[in-house]
Every structure is written in C-alpha cells, then in structure tokens.
C-alpha cells in the first residue's frame, strides 16, 4: 500500500495483525493504546493534553521515551509503527488530526507542527536526522492585496517509505516526498519531490542526482 493511501483504519485493522490494549485513559477520554499490554510510558512527561478523546497507539518495540507530545484540540489520533525510535516533539492545534510514523522509522531531533485541519504520515524506514521541522502551516497568513485571498494554504505532509533527511531540513506545508528519496543537509522543501531513488539539496530543494539510494550500514568503499 502507498504511503499516500494509508489512512487510520488501515493502520488499526485487525487484518494487519493488531490487537490493541488500553494502558491509559484520563478523565476526559484520551486515551494510549499498545499492541504490548506491558509497555512503560511516563504520560506526565511525554504527553500534554488540553482536550478530550484523543487517542495515541504505539506498537511494540517502538520508544517515544524522549518524544513529547503536545495537544490542544479534540479527538486526534496518532499511531506509532513497531520499532520506531522518536526524538523531538508533535505540536497540534485543532481536531481531528492525524500523525502516523511507519515501522523502523527514527527521528534523531524532529519538530512536528500539525494545524489548521491537516496530518502528518511519515513511512516505514525513515531516518531523520537532528533539527528537522516539519509543518502543516506556517501559522500565520499571507494574502493578495487586491483580492484579500489567502495564498498561503495548509495541508497534509506525506512523507514515503525509506526517506532520509539532513539535520536542519525544513518540510513545509502541502507536501508529498516520495520513497527511497534523500534530502540534503539545510533543504526548505516546498514543493513535492515526486521522484524516487533521487538525491534532493538547496534552498528550495531541487534534483541533484539521479539512480541513488542509502542504507544505515556503511559500505566499504572499492579502493579500501
């Protein structure tokens, strides 16, 4: 299945092998789910609710120990994929939102903002490095001064399967990055990068190269 075309359901559907235990419940209906009924979460350190009936499900072998969730709205979800290891933070404002992490997926340091009816779907096998933003909005407006329109619209950020990103990368709103891509060290994406096996850099992000891909495991290089 696409990254594109995952949806909540999908990833909770009892076909894919899932079976859910509650671990935590407040008293205004948030809730923390986990395919582990012994898995260990401080919830007064790692999640910051001012709302009800948000949902937050984590598979096991994932570790959101060093991931801070802050939520002000009402009846968001957020799922976790198996062994996925998060370091940094989520940050939404408003309802009914959604952030999904694939399996094996890390973050080194990542700034998620999620706002103005938008979600965040990162595939399985990513590696983001450290001082990474990823936004759903810029927060504020920018519009024509003749018509008074909005021209700075929100929207989902899709991120593949197998992407790495650089330290210091910024993903703006409205954005699609397709699998077995690398962005470069301080690239602004705002536009989607559609192509796959391809190597991204710059401000904004353009093609470098073409045919390329990565794995965490350092290859021996032919004249060593």
């Not at 990254?3 to 809730?31: C, M, Q, R």
């Not at 009924?37 to 919830?43: A, H, P």
């Not at 909005?150 to 703006?172: E, F, T």
């Amino acid at each position: 299945m696409a990254v594109k075309d995952v949806t909540f359901h999908d990833a909770l559907s009892p076909e894919n092998g899932y079976k859910w235990h509650l671990i935590y419940e407040d008293a205004s209906e948030n809730k923390v789910y986990s395919t582990d009924s012994q898995y260990v979460l401080d919830v007064s350190k790692n999640i910051y609710v001012s709302g009800n009936n948000n949902s937050l499900y984590l598979c096991s072998g994932s570790n959101i120990s060093k991931f801070i969730f802050r939520i002000k709205g009402n009846y968001s979800k957020f799922f976790i994929g198996e062994d996925a290891r998060l370091i940094g933070e989520v940050n939404v404002s408003g309802s009914r939102q959604n952030f999904i992490v694939g399996k094996n997926t890390t973050f080194q340091n990542v700034t998620v903002i999620i706002k103005e009816h938008s979600n965040v779907i990162v595939g399985d096998g990513c590696m983001f490095s450290s001082k990474i933003e990823i936004r759903t909005s810029d927060s504020h407006s920018i519009f024509d001064t003749i018509t008074g329109k909005r021209i700075n619209v929100p929207g989902d950020v899709i991120i593949g399967n197998h992407v790495w990103l650089g330290k210091d990368v910024i993903v703006s709103k409205n954005i699609i990055i397709n699998d077995n891509c690398i962005v470069g060290a301080k690239a602004f994406v705002n536009k989607s990068l559609v192509d796959s096996y391809c190597l991204y850099a710059g401000v904004p992000a353009r093609l470098i190269r073409r045919n390329v891909n990565w794995t965490r495991e350092l290859i021996p290089i032919d004249n060593e």
